[in-house]
T-cell receptor
Framework: KNEVEQSPQNLTAQEGEFITINCSYSVGISALHWLQQHPGGGIVSLFMLSSGKKKHGRLIATINIQEKHSSLHITASHPRDSAVYICAYLGNKLTFGGGTRVLVKP | SQTIHQWPATLVQPVGSPLSLECTVE??????LYWYRQAAGRGLQLLFYSVGIGQISSEVPQNLSASRPQDRQFILSSKKLLLSDSGFYLCAWNPGQNQPQHFGDGTRLSIL
């Protein structure tokens, strides 16, 4: 069993729809990373959070440390949000989930 | 501000040839440095990390090696590339444990 599980693996949405990606992990952690990988391969760090909720533009990340679960929400999705979203828990090194491939259609 | 440079962006190499990928970080000192690989259709995998000059930890046995000759320079090498070394290689850094990691633009390596 992977230490970090993401769902769904693939997601297709229409422009404007609300998107939720889930991440569950099996070990106690101090912080969780949400990353965005663009079609060209480049990776951008979206959030690092250890409790509660963070918001940046149309992106919202939440985490429940006790339940070992985090979610990434995209509000009013847009085709430029199409990417692979990866959660990873953070210690001395990152342990990654398998990623969620998001396609937002116009 | 801190920046991370990784080159080359793409590389095509024959089987059995050597490899050297370079990563440098600017605007910080004594960063933690990381090399990741993403093979086709697979997730990210940590290959090496370094917490200081000359200190390299290897996560998986493989055909690759890493070196840190200077504080802000991290090099990924191979003496003889295998077909299975194809993939997308990412360098990353952070200031220390439990800090966000910042990624380079990546190198797409194709082995023929």
């Amino acid at each position: 069993k992977n230490e970090v599980e993401q769902s769904p693996q693939n997601l297709t949405a229409q422009e404007g729809e609300f998107i939720t990606i889930n991440c569950s992990y099996s070990v106690g952690i101090s912080a969780l990373h949400w990353l965005q990988q663009h079609p060209g391969g480049g990776i951008v760090s979206l959030f690092m959070l250890s409790s509660g909720k963070k918001k940046h533009g149309r992106l919202i990340a939440t985490i429940n440390i006790q339940e070992k679960h985090s979610s990434l929400h995209i509000t009013a999705s847009h085709p430029r949000d199409s990417a692979v979203y990866i959660c990873a828990y953070l210690g001395n090194k990152l342990t990654f989930g398998g990623g969620t491939r998001v396609l937002v259609k116009p | 501000s801190q920046t991370i440079h990784q080159w080359p962006a793409t590389l095509v190499q024959p089987v059995g040839s050597p490899l050297s990928l370079e990563c440098t970080v600017e605007g910080t000192s004594n960063p933690n440095l990381y090399w990741y690989r993403q093979a086709a259709g697979r997730g990210l995998q940590l290959l090496f990390y370094s917490v200081g000059i000359g200190q390299i930890s290897s996560e998986v046995p493989q055909n690759l090696s890493a070196s840190r000759p200077q504080d802000r320079q991290f090099i990924l090498s191979s003496k003889k590339l295998l077909l299975s070394d194809s993939g997308f290689y990412l360098c990353a850094w952070n200031p220390g444990q439990n800090q966000p990691q910042h990624f380079g633009d990546g190198t797409r390596l194709s082995i023929l």
